[in-house]
């Protein structure tokens, strides 16, 4: 990347022609030193490639790197001059002007006109020219410029990527346990049994048997995993004003998987009258009139859940005694908008997850990590005898040189990044190929990516980190149920004792419920041995 402009610096009166010695003194230790300050490569760096003087103004073509930027060399520039000419020849500087700027970038990216001092994008022989409008003394002092280029280098960086959202690279697989693959899908027959009932696109009501089977496994991992690794638990909120998201960066992510939430307008009931006598009279309600009422959304609703944990600890200042910090949050949902990709519990709008969470210092957070993993591979191995495998992803906004590591042996994985857990379904096809596995769980160690925005503090200056780690329970229990089936004699026995701590709860068979009766003769079989 290549950032050029024109200085322009206008002075109080004409420069006397003394100074024409001494300014060319000044470029050239520019030149070598101060605009090379703070880089190692000086291409990072900024140069003056030519310069003028005329009667009261000295402009200067410069060229720079992104470490000392355009705007960065610009104020440098101003200093030097201000401070060896204005005593001297008692001159001032009246105006700073930084013009046809052009950031100039080896690939081709698109970028919104609408944004501030944007003036114009070209593509010349595969490189892209961004040009800018005037700077002023203001501009220059603003982080605009460093914005600008971050947002820049994250669209490169996911050009790079070619669309992918992550690389994937396999750390450890288990046994190759299942010899005869169930090939029945566990979410078709938990809806034709009446367990679960749709609501609407991606949401189920889960009536109280599966409520029983999605807390058995979930107080077991909580029994497990969480609690021996010394987790608290604490109670987050599940809706998010705007801000939140745009410091975690979730705003900008994925700003299209985010269900957003609005206030009404107003609290006074008689001004939705006509929307109230429409209701009566129509029997419906169109969302288009509904909108009219409401305010623009204000919140996001939980997506990663562990957004509360970084905002809480925003501007605190912690000692090493408080240090390391656990929390878990299973209070409520997480809502993603998933499109076309939904399927029956597996991928849904509403899901229901166990988020584990930590801060400390890193070596601290990789140590938690460390222990987590730990658990979690006894956990899916030994308790449940599933047929896993982990993973190593690299979000693409973790990728920082830019050269992806393929060979697994050489993933130094105690840096930021994020460890995927696998389950295989067989009802949807061979081991062999990857779709047919499904991520049930994740553990993300995030660096400095969270505690830098929320400005989180150590009191001796030392560097903290945070982790998550999310046990989306839908997922368990499908992948648990693809591989073992509804006998409950193929089924852990640890889970089958958590299952059995207290009588499972009533099916409901009315009428018309289940639907089908396929379904109710199937729900009698699976009953039959769930009675004790
Ligand atoms: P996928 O790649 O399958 O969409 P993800 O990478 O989006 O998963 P994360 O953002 O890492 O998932 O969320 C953590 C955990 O939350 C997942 O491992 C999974 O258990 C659960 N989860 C995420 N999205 C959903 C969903 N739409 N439905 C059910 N569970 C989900
Ligand atoms: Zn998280
Ligand atoms: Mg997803």
Redesign the pocket.
């Known amino acids: 990347m290549l950032l050029t402009g024109i200085f322009e610096v206008i002075f109080s009166k004409p420069l006397p022609s003394e100074a024409s010695e001494e300014i060319a003194k000044l470029v050239e230790f520019l030149n070598r030193d101060y605009l090379k300050r703070g880089t190692r490569r000086p291409e990072d760096a900024a140069t003056i490639t030519e310069y003028n003087i005329e009667s009261n103004v000295i402009r200067m073509q410069i060229a720079s790197g992104t470490k000392v930027r355009l705007d960065e060399a610009s104020l440098r520039i101003k200093n030097v001059l201000a401070n060896s000419l204005g005593s001297r020849y008692r001159i001032g500087i009246r105006k700073l002007t930084l013009r046809d700027v052009k950031i100039i970038l080896d690939t081709k990216i698109s970028i919104s006109l609408k944004l501030p001092f944007i003036r114009g994008v070209t593509e010349v022989n595969g490189k892209t020219v961004i040009e800018l409008s005037e700077l002023h003394e203001d501009d220059l002092k603003k982080p605009i410029f460093l914005r600008l280029l971050q947002l820049i280098e994250e669209k490169e960086k996911r050009a790079k990527w070619g669309g992918k959202a992550e690389h994937w690279m396999l750390l450890k697989a288990s046994d190759l346990k299942i010899q005869k693959p169930i090939v029945i899908d566990p979410n078709k027959v938990l809806e034709e049994i009446g367990w679960m009932k749709r609501m609407s696109i991606g949401q189920w009501l889960y009536t109280p048997p599966l409520t029983h089977l999605l807390n058995a496994l979930k107080r077991l991992f909580l029994d497990e995993v969480v609690k021996p690794l010394g987790f608290q638990e604490a109670t987050f909120p599940k809706m998010y004003p705007l801000e939140v998201g745009l410091k975690t960066g979730h705003l900008k992510g994925v700003i299209n998987s985010i269900v957003f939430a609005s206030l009404p307008k107003s609290y006074d009931l008689s001004e939705f009258e006509e929307l109230i006598d429409s209701m009566y009279v129509l029997n419906s309600v169109e969302p288009e009139d509904l909108q009219k009422y409401l305010k623009p959304s204000s919140y996001f609703l939980c997506f990663?859940q562990c957004e509360p944990f970084y905002w809480f600890f925003e501007n605190e200042i912690l000692d090493n005694d408080a240090l390391p910090i656990k929390w878990f949050d299973m209070s409520g949902p997480s809502f993603?908008w998933?499109a076309g990709g939904i399927h029956g519990i597996?991928?849904?709008i509403e899901?229901h997850?166990i988020e584990i969470v930590w801060l400390g210092k890193p070596e601290q957070v990789i140590e938690i990590r460390n222990k987590l993993l730990e658990r979690y591979e006894y956990f899916m191995d030994r308790v449940l005898d599933l047929e896993w495998r982990m993973a190593w992803v690299t979000p693409w906004f973790y990728e920082q040189s830019g050269v992806v590591q393929e060979e697994v042996r050489s993933i130094n994985i105690d840096v930021p990044g994020t460890i995927d857990f696998e389950a295989w379904l067989p009802y949807r096809g061979s081991r062999e190929d990857n779709r047919n596995w499904l991520?049930?769980?994740?553990i993300s160690i995030h660096g400095t990516k969270f505690t830098e925005p929320f400005r989180i503090k150590h009191n001796k200056g030392e560097v903290l980190w945070t982790g998550c780690s999310?046990?989306?329970s839908?997922?368990w229990l499908i992948a648990l149920l693809a591989q073992k089936g509804f006998n409950i004699d193929e089924w852990p026995k640890k889970f089958l004792e958590y299952v059995k701590t207290s009588p499972f709860p009533q099916s409901i068979m009315t009428v018309s419920y289940p639907k089908t009766r396929e379904g109710k003769e199937l729900l009698s079989k699976i009953i039959s041995k769930l009675v004790w």
């Open positions: 990663a993603r998933e597996e991928r849904v899901f997850r991520e049930i769980g994740n999310g046990f989306g839908e997922r």
